[in-house]
């Protein structure tokens, strides 16, 4: 157990359609990664927050937003949902900012499936 | 072409082997990490590096960064160790956090 949670486990929706998913880093970790795992992608960046604000930005489409929250927990906003976002989606976090340097905790990610 | 290369894509192996698994970027580096995925889909991080050599348990990895190249070694295989193993790359002078990541070597270890 990463100590990084995610919910919720399996999401199921249809085009169209907007779904938050959410992430608690663990215990004393500011920062907050999002990436994107797809079957054609592979593992792919999405965004990072830390303390609550936004530290770097990967390929995250408009379609896409995150906050971070005070208490430190973030949300990923998916609007507009098409097929090809179907996906899985990991949260992780790390204590500071330097995720690339820092070793990052993953959480057990959400299932999205887009019908 | 990929900025980080990962081989073989896939890799079967008997219990107790010795088992290596490449990775090869095109990119100058700040860090590279491991990381594996278990059948569940969970992803661990099992090292960052950023030069030399470190070892915990039976993995070790290594780093060439002049040859820009990664190996993850496993010696004495055991079919727990069956899972996805992930290289992935902080792009020297990229944005902290932004990983580009290899498209994973699928490794089965068979008792």
């Known amino acids: 157990d990463s100590g990084v949670t995610q919910t919720p486990k399996h999401l199921i929706t249809a085009t169209g359609q907007r779904v938050t998913l959410r992430c608690s880093p663990r215990?004393?970790?500011?920062?907050v990664y999002w990436y994107q795992q797809s079957l054609d992608q592979g593992l792919q960046f999405l965004i990072q927050?830390?303390?609550?604000?936004?530290?770097a930005k990967g390929n995250i489409l408009e379609r896409f937003s995150a906050q971070q929250f005070p208490d430190l927990h973030s949300e990923l906003n998916l609007s507009s949902l098409e097929l090809g976002d179907s996906a899985l989606y990991f949260c992780?976090?790390?204590?500071?900012?330097?995720?690339?340097?820092?070793?990052?905790?993953f959480g057990p990610g959400t299932r999205l499936t887009v019908l | 072409k990929n900025e980080v290369e990962q081989s073989p894509q896939n890799l079967t192996a008997q219990e107790g082997e010795f088992i290596t698994i490449n990775c090869s970027y095109s990119?100058?580096?700040?860090?590279l990490h491991w990381l594996q995925q278990h059948p569940g889909g969970g992803i661990v991080s099992l090292f960052m590096?950023?030069?030399g050599k470190k070892k915990h348990g039976r993995l070790i990895a290594t780093i060439n960064i002049q040859e820009k190249h990664s190996s993850l070694h496993i010696t004495a295989s055991h079919p727990r160790d069956s899972a996805v193993y992930i290289c992935a790359v902080l792009n020297y002078g990229g944005s902290q956090g932004n990983l580009i990541f290899g498209k994973g070597t699928k490794l089965s270890v068979k008792p």
């Open positions: 590096l950023s030069s």
């Open positions: 927050y830390y303390n609550g604000e936004e530290r």
């Open positions: 990119v100058g580096i700040s860090a």
């Open positions: 992780a976090s790390s204590v500071g900012v330097a995720g690339g340097t820092d070793t990052q905790y």
């Open positions: 215990s004393g970790d500011l920062s």
